[in-house]
């Protein structure tokens, strides 16, 4: 009796320890083949005195809106704006995109982000949260994917961006090509 205690006690813990074994293994992340892509347009509309009713985003510090020098340096603007899946203003949202970015290079344009994209349809619920630099005079920038709930739990990956249209400081419009290398 004590034998066959001890050969059950035995395959027990190599069972647990190979199935220890086998999920403490690294993720190997495949960066030619996202596990989810997914391609949105961000439009910006700034608040300008009068057009409350259509502004999206607004300067809450540096209200003058020229920063210090010629690249807004220390300008800070907060947004709730509208996510389409093509480049039409009055195409219906998808999602938002809130939250916030400030210039912070006093050489070049250049402006540092942090939002949550907030998904509300039939196709996805949750959220992306995405931060980093957006170096505007490159022609695409790489922003991290640091996290997500609902459909994206504890998501990460990289949303780049490709400035589609501006207009003067009133208007822009960037296509978001999201790649997401760890989907649970």
């Known amino acids: 009796m ?17 199935s220890l074994l086998a999920s403490s293994r690294p993720t190997v992340l495949n960066p030619k083949k996202p596990c989810k892509r997914i ?3 961000y439009h910006d509309t700034m608040f300008k005195g009068d057009n409350v009713a259509n502004a999206t985003a607004a300067i809450i ?14 300008k800070t603007v907060v947004f709730d704006d509208p996510l389409t899946t ?3 203003f ?4 998808v999602a938002r995109a809130q939250g916030f970015y400030f210039y912070d290079m006093k050489t070049t344009f250049n402006a540092w982000f942090a939002y949550s994209l907030i998904f509300n349809s039939t196709k996805y ?26 459909d994206f739990f504890m ?14 400081a009133d208007y822009f419009r960037v296509q978001m090509d999201i790649k997401l290398y760890e989907c649970y």
């Open 2 to 18: 004590a034998g066959s205690v001890d050969k059950i006690f035995f395959l027990c813990l190599l069972l647990l320890s190979s």
């Open 39 to 41: 391609v949105l347009y």
């Open 61 to 74: 510090a540096n209200p003058n809106g020229t920063g210090l020098g010629p690249f807004k340096f220390g």
């Open 90 to 93: 009055h195409s219906p949202p």
């Open 155 to 168: 998501t990460r990956g990289i949303a780049t961006f490709k400035t589609d249209e501006v207009e003067g």
């Open 125 to 150: 619920k949750g959220m992306l949260n995405i931060m980093g630099a957006d170096m505007m005079d490159e022609p695409t920038r790489d922003l991290s994917v640091v996290g997500g709930t609902g």
């Open 86 to 88: 093509d480049n039409h």
